[in-house]
Nanobody
Framework: QVQLVESGGGSVQAGDSLRVSCAAS????????MGWFRQGPGKEREFVAA????????YYADSVKGRFTISRDNAKNTVYLQMNSLKPEDTAVYYC??????????????????WGQGTQVTVSS
């Protein structure tokens, strides 16, 4: 089992920056990749970014490319999502996810095995 705990959400103004964190514990050493998803009010959960452990490769949704950066701290088993130039449409609950083996893709929730409880990010105009 892998436990994921997000932190760092909050309320900001449009144009501000915010960093959310995801600390992994348990069998975190067996992680193949970690990702961030978000779910806005009345919307389905959508892919934001992912980080491949083995290849040190990152993936981003088009809507956040150039504004968000995913990174990791191996020593702390923690993944970060730095969010810059935030927009009201970025308002959502942000979820951290991990998977223990390679899958065909990166962007579907079904391709991840473990999830955190989520952290709220609210961006006001």
């Amino acid at each position: 089992q892998v436990q994921l705990v997000e932190s760092g959400g909050g309320s900001v103004q449009a144009g501000d920056s915010l960093r959310v964190s995801c600390a992994a514990s348990g069998r975190a050493f067996s992680t193949h990749a970690m990702g961030w998803f978000r779910q806005g009010p009345g919307k389905e959960r959508e892919f934001v970014a992912a980080y491949s452990w083995s290849g040190v490769t990152t993936y981003y949704a088009d809507s956040v490319k150039g504004r968000f950066t995913i990174s990791r701290d191996n020593a702390k088993n923690t993944v970060y999502l730095q969010m810059n130039s935030l927009k009201p449409e970025d308002t959502a609950v942000y979820y951290c996810a991990s998977r223990i083996r390679q899958r065909a893709g990166w962007t579907l929730p079904s391709e991840y095995d473990y999830w955190g409880q989520g952290t709220q990010v609210t961006v006001s105009s």
